[in-house]
T-cell receptor, first 112, second 114 residues
Framework: GENVEQHPSTLSVQEGDSAVIKCTYSDSASNYFPWYKQELGKRPQLIIDIRSNVGEKKDQRIAVTLNKTAKHFSLHITETQPEDSAVYFCAPQRDSSYKLIFGSGTRLLVRP | EAGVAQSPRYKIIEKRQSVAFWCNPISGHATLYWYQQILGQGPKLLIQFQNNGVVDDSQLPKDRFSAERLKGVDSTLKIQPAKLEDSAVYLC????????????FGPGTRLTVT
């Protein structure tokens, strides 16, 4: 079956610093790569996604980079703020199934 | 646009009792998902519907869990009988399933089995 791993499992940064979370997957047929953010006690919400024909995508302070050959993609957050504190999940997916396999999550803590 | 609705928000039951959760997806969303999220873990897909047909239920414990999607809209997830390890948040999500892949999650139902 599909295997999805995230690293690190926890990450603590000072406000204003950058944070990078890496997701490694096993299914070579994956072609859609989203990142979800889940604040404490709330529902997961999509924050950024990328397709396999694009190597990088940026949206203000967040960006996602994809290395399909190595089967990993990363979430980059610059100029971190306390409200970025949450658990982040990657969930690589095949077009044909619309089925998300969530990673185990990365807990990000931004210290003021 | 109204979001995904779920009820109840919280439920406490004793083991061996039964419980049912309800989900109303975003209007027009053909695909509906039920996830189980145990504390400290990522959501795990239990079942996926496309309209009113089951696409994937490979991780649904069928001896105790059942789900249906009425007329391709609302859905219910039932557990009977419940076990202690079923304590989790049950999330419902929906997506268009064709043009866009983004899944929209409901607020979840927090189940505690004692």
């Amino acid at each position: 079956g599909e295997n999805v791993e995230q690293h690190p499992s926890t990450l603590s940064v000072q406000e204003g610093d950058s944070a990078v979370i890496k997701c490694t997957y096993s299914d070579s047929a994956s072609n859609y790569f989203p990142w979800y953010k889940q604040e404490l006690g709330k529902r997961p919400q999509l924050i950024i996604d990328i397709r396999s024909n694009v190597g990088e995508k940026k949206d203000q302070r967040i960006a996602v980079t994809l290395n399909k050959t190595a089967k990993h993609f990363s979430l980059h957050i610059t100029e971190t703020q306390p409200e970025d504190s949450a658990v982040y999940f990657c969930a690589p997916q095949r077009d044909s199934s619309y089925k998300l396999i969530f990673g185990s999550g990365t807990r990000l803590l931004v210290r003021p | 646009e109204a979001g995904v609705a779920q009820s109840p928000r919280y439920k406490i039951i004793e083991k061996r009792q039964s419980v049912a959760f309800w989900c109303n997806p975003i209007s027009g969303h053909a695909t509906l998902y039920w996830y189980q999220q145990i504390l400290g873990q990522g959501p795990k897909l239990l079942i996926q519907f496309q309209n009113n047909g089951v696409v994937d239920d490979s991780q649904l414990p069928k001896d105790r869990f059942s789900a249906e999607r009425l007329k391709g809209v609302d859905s219910t997830l039932k557990i009977q009988p419940a076990k202690l390890e079923d304590s989790a948040v049950y999330l419902c999500a929906s997506s268009f399933g064709t043009v866009t892949y983004e899944q929209y999650f409901g607020p979840g139902t927090r189940l505690t089995v004692t």
